[in-house]
Nanobody, 122 residues
Framework: QVQPVESGGGSVQAGGSLRLSCTAP????????MDWYRQAAGKQREWVSS???????SYVDSVKGRFAISKDKAKDTVYLQMNSLKPEDTAMYFC????????????????WGQGTQVTVSS
């Protein structure tokens, strides 16, 4: 398994925007979906967003209307556009890439990235 790589994190003022990227080799050929998670200091990791192989997207209630997940098959990359950022969005953001282990997506293996830090100041 190849570990995906996240990028695009940084420090912004409340109301600002960031775009996170997650690149995973073989995602285009073997990818069955990808998820974004985040973990704030001293808190448990929580699910943020997901995109399926056919492009269906989902979001946790707290980011609906502000975040948008998308993918670029040619670059083996999934993005998380984050707008109207709030201090409570401050966390380490991780991507989870689900790759098929057979001919279809009935059996998949998940690979976690190392994470990218997002800090939002009030």
């Amino acid at each position: 398994q190849v570990q995906p790589v996240e990028s695009g994190g940084g420090s912004v003022q409340a109301g600002g925007s960031l775009r996170l990227s997650c690149t995973a080799p073989e995602f285009t050929s073997k990818g069955c979906g990808m998820d974004w998670y985040r973990q704030a200091a001293g808190k448990q990791r929580e699910w943020v967003s997901s995109i399926s192989i056919d492009g269906i997207t989902s979001y946790v209630d707290s980011v609906k209307g502000r975040f948008a997940i998308s993918k670029d098959k040619a670059k083996d990359t999934v993005y998380l556009q984050m707008n109207s950022l709030k201090p409570e969005d401050t966390a380490m953001y991780f991507c989870l890439t689900k790759l098929r282990t057979g001919a279809g997506c009935t059996l998949v293996h998940g690979n976690w990235g190392q994470g990218t830090q997002v800090t939002v100041s009030s």
